[in-house]
Structure formats: C-alpha cells, structure tokens
C-alpha cells in the first residue's frame, strides 16, 4: 500500500495482457461526471457525459495503450499490464534495449489514435461530412460541415432550440413550467437564426473523432513522459547514445511541465496541474534511474576506475541521512529492481522447462504462446550478449 500505483483492481484480460483500473479513476470519473451535469445552464444530458467521458474515453485510452503493447510484441518483447489512471493509461512493457524497439513500442500507441481518427473521418466524409479540427471546440456541441449541402451543422446543444432550453433550466421552477416546447419553437422562429441539427450518429462519430484527435496532438508533445518526449529520446539515442536521449528528454519534461503548471494556476483547473506534477515526478525518476545505473548497485562511481578507493587516506566523513521523498524513490526502486529480478528468475525457470519439454518431445509440442516465449527469450538474450 506504501506505492500509489499499486491502488488498482484487476478488470479483465485480453491477448495475455491483465487490464487493470486504477482507484482514483473512478473518483475522477464521478468528478468528471458531475462537473459536467451540474454547470448551471448546461444543456447537456447525463447520458451523453456518461458515455463520453467514461465509455468512449476509457475505450480511446484503453486502444491507445493496447498499440503499445503490440508495439512492443512486434519488436520481440512483450507486454503484461494495462493500468488506467486519472492522467491516462501506462502500459508495463518489456522491450530489447535499443532506440529502434523503443521508438516503435512508443509511436504504436499513437498509431491506434490516427486509425481511429481515419475511420472516423471516412465514415463521415462518406455521408457527406467533414469534421472540424479545432481542438479547442466543445466536443458536446459537436460542430460539423455538410460539403454537400454547404452548410455547418450541429448537435442539439448546439441548435437555438438547445440554447432556449438550456436558457430556461437557469430559471425559476415556475417559469420553467411556461415554456413549453411550442413556446420554445415559437422563441426560435422569432429569433430569424436557424442552425440545422446533424444526425446523431454523425455527432458520436466526430465525438470519437475529436477525442482521439485531442489525444493524438497531446501525446505527442515532445516532453517526457509523453510519447512524444519518448519518441525524443529514442530519436537522440539513435544519433547520441542512451544517456543523452534521457537527459534531454527529461529536461524537456521539465520544461514543459512548468510551463503546464503555470497553465493550470491561472485557469484554475486541477487536473492539468495533476498532470504538470506527475511529468515533474516522471522526468526526476528518470534522471536519478540513470544515475543510479551510473554509480552502480553500491551507490559508488567507478568511472573513475578502483584505484580512486586507494586516495581515502583519511576517514570519509559522515553521509547525511536522506530526505524522506529520497528514502521513498530509492525503497521505490528497490521494489521494482527486485519485482524485475524475480519475473527473470520466473521466465528462465519457465525456459529450462520448455527446453526440457522440446528435448522430450520435440518442438512442434510446442503451443504458439510457448514458441513466442522462446523468441522472445532468445532475442532478450542476443540483446545482452
């Protein structure tokens, strides 16, 4: 219980991958919720905002992190979890070590966004609408261009008729029990503005357009860590090396986060300062992973080589104690080294068995989840040799 990330309860498990929902989201989906239903004037139906917010998000998120996993596959490793959160979904992978597996486990989660996009827009464009790409606009009020008639066409929020009646909720109960919907039909035609409602499987089709487009821009934000600032790294590793790619990646992140948070004090809005400090947290663990891979398991650098030992003629002094967020990276880590060593111990258990079975039996006994372990144990391998 001491690790947050751990908060979570198993939901289901899809292609060998255990999909996992973390506790908070479901408090910020009830937020989310009624943030949504309870703005005063809010013309729009809880149905919507349910199936927005946490159906179709949950499944856009939820793809997005599946691309990863099978990016990750692709590249000859492998994928075991699934975890959504408040800020999005991680997806736990295991990839060789090299800027090309890593690029391509990472831009495989964006990919899903852009064929989900594609589909969308096909879809519309092929009964005759085409989706705005502002992703500034309010998705509710779904905003669309009939090229074939020539003309911008909207969802009920949107229409006149949707502006009276969220007019009249403002309203005392009394003079809400006046406006009848002749009488708003009535307000309407007086009012000489006519804005045509778009059918309702073309609003939900932008609505999934709109929030995988968002997605899409966002991720690639080329800060850490976003895909975006992974894919940076990677990039820098390629030309540089591994260590370079890390720094700037995560300086990056840092920069970028500041600069959200900054965002999120003057517009007031939590979650994007939920988000500005986790890219914070993020990009400091990544710096000290790498430090920490640096000086070596013992906390000691030995770039300067085992002849430095031989200089302490006097006694070292006295290390001060660590900080308590220190003490909890360093446990946190330690968890995770150990957590990694024992799937290791796991999986070549696993293997001496499965050689074991071929030796006996021969190696089309082999399962198709079997014959993908052992690839992926030999590339594993062939990558720390």
Same mark, same amino acid.
């Given at each position: 219980?001491? @690790?947050?990330?751990?908060?979570?309860?198993?939901?289901?498990?899809?292609?060998?991958?255990?999909?996992?929902?973390?506790?908070?989201?479901?408090?910020?989906?009830? /937020?989310?919720?009624?943030?949504?239903?309870?703005?005063? /004037?809010?013309?729009?139906?809880?149905? @919507?905002?349910?199936?927005?917010?946490?159906?179709?998000?949950?499944?856009?998120?939820?793809?997005?992190?599946?691309?990863?996993?099978?990016?990750?596959?692709?590249?000859?490793?492998?994928?075991?979890?699934?975890?959504?959160?408040?800020?999005? /979904?991680?997806?736990?992978? @295991?990839?060789?070590? =090299?800027?090309? *597996?890593?690029?391509?486990?990472?831009?495989?989660?964006?990919?899903?966004?852009?064929?989900?996009?594609?589909?969308?827009?096909?879809?519309?464009? *092929?009964?005759?609408?085409?989706?705005?790409?502002?992703?500034?606009? =309010?998705?509710?009020?779904?905003?669309?261009?009939?090229?074939?008639?020539?003309?911008?066409?909207?969802?009920?929020?949107?229409?006149?008729?949707?502006?009276?009646?969220?007019?009249?909720?403002?309203?005392?109960?009394?003079?809400?029990?006046?406006?009848?919907?002749?009488?708003?039909?009535?307000?309407?035609?007086?009012?000489?503005?006519?804005?045509?409602?778009?059918?309702? /499987?073309?609003?939900?089709?932008?609505?999934?357009?709109?929030?995988?487009?968002? &997605?899409?821009?966002? =991720?690639?934000?080329?800060?850490?860590? &976003?895909?975006?600032?992974?894919?940076?790294?990677?990039? !820098?590793?390629?030309?540089?090396?591994?260590?370079?790619?890390?720094?700037?990646?995560?300086?990056?992140?840092?920069?970028?986060?500041?600069?959200?948070?900054?965002?999120? !004090?003057?517009?007031?809005?939590?979650?994007?300062?939920?988000?500005?400090?986790?890219?914070?947290?993020?990009?400091?663990?990544?710096?000290?992973? &790498?430090?920490?891979?640096?000086?070596?398991?013992?906390?000691?650098?030995?770039?300067?080589?085992?002849?430095?030992?031989?200089? @302490?003629?006097?006694?070292?002094?006295?290390?001060?104690?660590?900080?308590?967020?220190?003490?909890?990276?360093?446990?946190?880590?330690?968890? $995770?080294?150990?957590?990694?060593?024992?799937?290791?111990? $796991?999986?070549?258990?696993?293997?001496?068995?499965? &050689?074991?079975? !071929?030796?006996?039996?021969?190696?089309?006994?082999?399962?198709?989840?079997? $014959?993908?372990?052992?690839?992926?144990?030999?590339?594993?391998?062939? =990558?720390?040799?």
């Amino acid at each position: 219980m001491r @690790d947050p990330m751990s908060w979570s309860i198993p939901v289901f498990r899809a292609f060998g991958i255990q999909v996992k929902v973390h506790l908070l989201f479901f408090i910020f989906t009830i /937020g989310m919720f009624l943030r949504q239903v309870g703005m005063k /004037g809010n013309p729009i139906w809880w149905v @919507d905002v349910f199936l927005f917010t946490v159906v179709a998000l949950f499944l856009s998120v939820l793809l997005h992190e599946f691309g990863h996993c099978f990016g990750a596959r692709h590249v000859g490793g492998d994928a075991k979890e699934v975890l959504i959160w408040p800020l999005g /979904g991680l997806a736990y992978v @295991d990839v060789p070590h =090299n800027a090309r *597996a890593h690029f391509i486990t990472v831009v495989a989660g964006p990919g899903v966004n852009v064929a989900i996009c594609l589909v969308c827009a096909i879809a519309m464009a *092929a009964t005759g609408y085409l989706p705005s790409l502002n992703p500034l606009k =309010n998705p509710y009020i779904a905003e669309v261009y009939n090229y074939q008639e020539k003309r911008h066409e909207t969802s009920r929020y949107g229409t006149p008729a949707g502006a009276v009646e969220a007019w009249a909720r403002s309203l005392p109960a009394e003079m809400q029990r006046s406006l009848t919907p002749e009488r708003i039909e009535e307000i309407v035609r007086q009012s000489g503005i006519e804005t045509r409602e778009a059918p309702i /499987g073309i609003v939900w089709a932008y609505r999934i357009f709109f929030l995988n487009w968002v &997605l899409l821009l966002f =991720n690639l934000i080329p800060a850490y860590p &976003l895909d975006g600032g992974r894919m940076l790294q990677s990039v !820098i590793w390629s030309r540089r090396d591994y260590r370079k790619g890390v720094v700037v990646a995560a300086y990056t992140g840092f920069g970028v986060a500041v600069l959200f948070l900054v965002v999120s !004090i003057a517009v007031n809005e939590a979650l994007f300062m939920g988000l500005s400090l986790f890219m914070l947290y993020e990009s400091s663990m990544a710096l000290y992973r &790498l430090e920490m891979e640096d000086t070596g398991p013992f906390g000691y650098d030995f770039s300067a080589g085992y002849t430095s030992l031989e200089k @302490d003629e006097e006694p070292p002094p006295r290390p001060k104690r660590a900080g308590w967020f220190k003490r909890w990276r360093q446990a946190r880590l330690a968890r $995770r080294m150990q957590r990694e060593n024992e799937e290791r111990a $796991r999986d070549e258990e696993r293997m001496d068995q499965l &050689l074991d079975k !071929i030796a006996r039996t021969g190696k089309e006994s082999l399962t198709e989840e079997e $014959r993908r372990f052992l690839e992926r144990m030999s590339a594993r391998r062939r =990558n720390m040799s």
